[in-house]
């Protein structure tokens, strides 16, 4: 039954329908309505997101249980395999290939397990909008507060609509490693930590990562009257544009496990092409 389990063709069947799954997610994700419930999954845990979605949107909820499913099968084809051929197979004919091919395996099973686990446990906050000099309760006596906030590129691309943006932003017209967001994170008003998050460049705090998911652009037009009218000074102010940045909470204390497997993979990967006959 494990070598049945461990066979060649079950690993291809698993990859070639992970493929057509995600290639469906990218299909799924032309649509609004079902873009807005993947995107959910970022900012809640796996049975959380489906009590709030499997009514409204019954499919992503199937897609996203399909995908899990034939994921597991994969890793108990990893296991399997591993364990019958490439243990044995290492010790048997010990190489620096062997070797790292079943390396390779173990840190795949590693960073499939983590993905399991950062679905099912941790904690997970919803969108938190901030504007500089505002703050945010968080959790444990955490709290947020962004101090600076700056944005060089054109903020139409922060204007526009989220599809709309995410096409434009390329490396020539969204620069991320200078557009900032300077934040301090306190405890019970104690500040522990302040520095520059950017986007991919979160703030981590032990087991806490508050990640840069976008900026937000609100355009002041100046105050209006008792009567609802603009004064004539605010008519010919010049409209003012306030940028804000929109973050996530996660606590997950196997987040750092993961990063460590999949860049251990990836290295080990390069490895294996480097020295295969």
């Given at each position: 039954?494990?070598?049945?389990?461990?066979?060649?063709?079950?690993?291809?069947?698993?990859?070639?329908?992970?493929?057509?799954?995600?290639?469906?997610g990218v299909v799924l994700c032309y649509f609004?309505?079902?873009?807005?419930?993947?995107?959910?999954?970022?900012?809640?845990?796996?049975?959380?997101?489906?009590?709030?979605?499997?009514?409204?949107?019954?499919?992503?909820?199937?897609?996203?249980?399909?995908?899990?499913?034939?994921?597991?099968?994969?890793?108990?084809?990893?296991?399997?395999?591993?364990?019958?051929?490439?243990?044995?197979?290492?010790?048997?004919?010990?190489?620096?290939?062997?070797?790292?091919?079943?390396?390779?395996?173990?840190?795949?099973?590693?960073?499939?397990?983590?993905?399991?686990?950062?679905?099912?446990?941790?904690?997970?906050?919803?969108?938190?909008?901030?504007?500089?000099?505002?703050?945010?309760?968080?959790?444990?006596?955490?709290?947020?507060?962004?101090?600076?906030?700056?944005?060089?590129?054109?903020?139409?691309?922060?204007?526009?609509?989220?599809?709309?943006?995410?096409?434009?932003?390329?490396?020539?017209?969204?620069?991320?490693?200078?557009?900032?967001?300077?934040?301090?994170?306190?405890?019970?008003?104690?500040?522990?930590?302040?520095?520059?998050?950017?986007?991919?460049?979160?703030?981590?705090?032990?087991?806490?990562?508050?990640?840069?998911?976008?900026?937000?652009?609100?355009?002041?037009?100046?105050?209006?009257?008792?009567?609802?009218?603009?004064?004539?000074?605010?008519?010919t102010r010049v409209k003012k544009e306030k940028?804000?940045?929109?973050?996530?909470?996660?606590?997950?204390?196997?987040?750092?496990?993961?990063?460590?497997?999949?860049?251990?993979?990836?290295?080990?990967?390069?490895?294996?092409?480097?020295?295969?006959?």
């Amino acid at each position: 039954m494990i070598r049945k389990l461990a066979g060649i063709h079950i690993t291809y069947s698993t990859i070639i329908a992970l493929v057509i799954l995600l290639m469906g997610g990218v299909v799924l994700c032309y649509f609004p309505m079902h873009q807005k419930t993947i995107d959910g999954l970022n900012t809640s845990l796996i049975h959380q997101w489906v009590f709030h979605n499997i009514a409204g949107n019954p499919l992503v909820i199937a897609w996203v249980f399909i995908i899990c499913l034939v994921s597991g099968i994969l890793f108990i084809n990893t296991l399997c395999c591993s364990m019958t051929t490439l243990v044995s197979a290492a010790v048997k004919h010990s190489s620096i290939n062997r070797w790292s091919f079943l390396f390779m395996h173990l840190l795949f099973m590693v960073v499939l397990v983590c993905h399991g686990l950062a679905l099912i446990s941790g904690h997970k906050t919803q969108e938190i909008e901030l504007y500089p000099g505002e703050s945010h309760g968080l959790i444990d006596g955490f709290s947020l507060t962004v101090d600076e906030i700056n944005f060089v590129d054109d903020t139409r691309l922060i204007s526009m609509k989220m599809k709309q943006s995410r096409k434009l932003m390329t490396r020539k017209t969204f620069h991320a490693d200078q557009n900032i967001a300077r934040v301090t994170l306190l405890k019970d008003q104690t500040p522990v930590k302040s520095q520059k998050v950017m986007m991919l460049h979160p703030l981590v705090h032990d087991d806490m990562r508050i990640t840069l998911t976008r900026f937000l652009l609100e355009k002041n037009t100046g105050s209006k009257d008792l009567n609802g009218n603009t004064s004539n000074e605010n008519q010919t102010r010049v409209k003012k544009e306030k940028i804000g940045a929109v973050f996530i909470l996660s606590r997950n204390n196997f987040t750092a496990l993961f990063f460590i497997a999949y860049g251990l993979l990836i290295l080990t990967i390069i490895i294996y092409m480097l020295i295969r006959p």
